[in-house]
């Protein structure tokens, strides 16, 4: 069974602290990415890694940084959670070419206070 | 970044009823075109799929109707159910300035009437 596992469902943070939400993949996948879903603003692209340690920026990658130091691991950090960042993020794999599916993972809901 | 744009934002149907959402796509090259659909508290799954060298593709009550020359496609719940009440969200992918692009939609809540 495919599984793209996302550390955390559910988190609460202060203003002002280092988040780390982490995705993990077990298919191989090249490609992962990192979203955020707000009502109203459906999917926003974070950030976008096509191999390890490659990134591309998304539509907004202001606030976030992300790393990518195995293939199976793909880190988004909030460098200094704000209360704007309070979101639910989701985490993204898929394989290059062909009938390529996009495995997601369950979600972290994030809060910042 | 290369849109993929999507209408409507919410749709309320009658039970029995026909949903369609429709999405349009800007990059020529590709050469995938999934709908995800997704339910609360859930990541979005893959519902249906189709490619470019065909026109249609049905599976049980869901169809894309797809239009190359348009650079649009679109989704049809035939006999939709309170059960199909989710977000469905279209996607366009495929090669792109050296990697394999995944652009979504903006997504659209669909709430079925029992």
């Known amino acids: 069974d495919v599984k793209v596992t996302q550390s955390s469902r559910y988190l609460v943070k202060r203003t002002g602290e280092k988040v780390f939400l982490e995705c993990v993949q077990d298919m191989d996948h090249e490609n992962m990415f990192w979203y955020r879903q707000d009502p109203g603003l459906g999917l926003r692209l974070i950030y976008f890694s096509y191999d390890v340690k490659m990134k591309e920026k998304g539509d907004i990658p202001e606030g976030y940084s992300v790393s990518r130091e195995k293939k199976e691991r793909f880190s988004l950090i909030l460098e200094s959670a704000s209360t704007n960042q309070t979101s639910m993020y989701l985490c993204?794999?898929?394989?290059?070419?062909?009938?390529?599916?996009?495995?997601f993972g369950q979600g972290t809901r994030l809060t910042v206070v | 970044q290369q849109q993929v744009k999507q209408s409507p934002q919410s749709l309320i149907v009658q039970k029995g009823g026909i949903s369609i959402i429709n999405c349009a796509y800007e990059?020529?090259?590709?050469?995938?075109f999934p709908w995800y659909q997704q339910f609360p508290g859930k990541g979005p799954a893959l519902l249906i799929a189709?490619?470019?060298?065909?026109s249609e593709k049905k599976e049980g009550r869901f169809t894309i109707s797809f239009n190359k020359s348009a650079k649009q496609f679109s989704l049809h719940i035939m006999d939709s159910q309170p059960g199909d009440s989710a977000t469905y969200f279209c996607a366009a992918s495929g090669p792109s300035s050296g990697t394999y692009k995944y652009i979504f939609g903006t997504g659209t809540r669909l709430k079925v009437l029992a």
């Open positions: 993204a794999s898929y394989t290059t070419g062909g009938n390529t599916e996009a495995f």
């Open positions: 189709i490619r470019p060298d065909v």
């Open positions: 990059n020529t090259a590709f050469d995938y």
